[in-house]
């Protein structure tokens, strides 16, 4: 059996459904992985951007009802039932939304943050640090300070990463993973592509994870060349 199965996920630090993915894609990782024992393969995980509102100002003046109002040409009596929907289910996956609190802006930055942070061999630390400090926290994660004041809280070093992002040092990296994400037919994130072969599409229960990883690994080392694409309509509905 192999002995590494590879998770290539697309998301957006501003998507809530990736964040509740995140969890609901740990939680499948873990029962794949008590299920099959010992012999489990490594789940090997690396992210890649996607941009829900790439035109979105860096510090937007407004709430996000606002912000999704316009975006979405919602009502806001319509943007706030949605919200509190998102936020129960986030709830039941043990993630606190604030949206009071929320500081809405553009990713770029945090994308190459991510970019960076993975060359360094923290990516996960910072993903999850970045999701939290965006939902959870209320902190911003579109500016160059805050966003090295977040870096070195995983552990890089905060001169650096106010250097190479000033430098736009990642943005090509940022821009390879948008168009490899064109190329896939990704439309919405979270987006989870499982050794090249097998797509995910959305934050789906977290059995239907481990079902996949289980097909994967049982899969792998045949030549059979099968594409299996789960999809769900949550995605990028706040």
């Given at each position: 059996m192999t002995?590494t199965?590879?998770?290539?996920?697309?998301?957006?630090?501003?998507?809530p459904?990736c964040?509740?993915?995140?969890?609901?894609?740990?939680?499948g990782?873990?029962s794949?992985g008590?299920?099959?024992?010992d012999?489990?393969?490594?789940?090997?995980?690396?992210?890649?951007?996607?941009?829900?509102?790439p035109?979105?100002?860096?510090?937007?003046?407004?709430?996000?009802?606002?912000?999704?109002?316009?975006?979405?040409?919602?009502p806001a009596?319509?943007v706030?039932?949605?919200?509190d929907r998102?936020?129960?289910?986030?709830?039941?996956?043990?993630?606190?939304y604030?949206?009071?609190?929320?500081?809405?802006t553009?990713?770029?930055?945090?994308?190459?943050l991510?970019?960076?942070?993975?060359?360094?061999?923290?990516?996960?630390?910072?993903v999850?640090?970045?999701?939290k400090?965006?939902?959870?926290?209320?902190?911003?994660?579109?500016?160059?300070?805050?966003l090295?004041?977040l870096?070195?809280e995983?552990?890089?070093?905060?001169d650096d990463?106010?250097?190479?992002?000033?430098?736009?040092?990642h943005?090509?990296?940022v821009?390879?993973d948008q168009a490899?994400?064109?190329?896939?037919?990704?439309?919405?994130?979270?987006?989870?592509?499982?050794?090249?072969?097998?797509?995910?599409?959305?934050?789906?229960?977290?059995?239907?994870?481990?079902?996949?990883?289980?097909?994967?690994?049982?899969?792998?080392?045949?030549d059979v060349?099968?594409t299996?694409?789960?999809?769900?309509?949550?995605?990028?509905?706040?």
């Amino acid at each position: 059996m192999t002995e590494t199965i590879k998770v290539d996920i697309w998301s957006d630090i501003a998507c809530p459904w990736c964040y509740i993915g995140k969890r609901k894609f740990e939680s499948g990782a873990a029962s794949f992985g008590a299920a099959t024992g010992d012999g489990a393969p490594d789940v090997v995980i690396e992210y890649h951007s996607y941009e829900l509102s790439p035109d979105t100002p860096v510090d937007f003046d407004g709430s996000e009802i606002d912000f999704l109002a316009k975006h979405k040409g919602m009502p806001a009596d319509q943007v706030q039932g949605m919200l509190d929907r998102v936020t129960g289910i986030a709830a039941d996956v043990g993630l606190n939304y604030d949206y009071d609190a929320l500081q809405h802006t553009n990713t770029v930055k945090a994308h190459q943050l991510l970019h960076y942070a993975k060359a360094h061999g923290v990516q996960l630390e910072a993903v999850e640090r970045l999701l939290k400090a965006y939902f959870v926290e209320g902190r911003h994660v579109g500016r160059i300070e805050d966003l090295a004041d977040l870096g070195a809280e995983v552990g890089l070093d905060r001169d650096d990463i106010v250097r190479s992002l000033t430098a736009d040092e990642h943005l090509a990296a940022v821009r390879a993973d948008q168009a490899l994400a064109g190329e896939y037919g990704i439309n919405g994130v979270p987006f989870f592509v499982i050794n090249g072969k097998y797509g995910v599409s959305g934050a789906q229960d977290p059995e239907t994870f481990a079902d996949v990883l289980r097909q994967v690994w049982a899969e792998e080392t045949t030549d059979v060349d099968t594409t299996t694409t789960t999809s769900t309509t949550e995605e990028q509905t706040a």
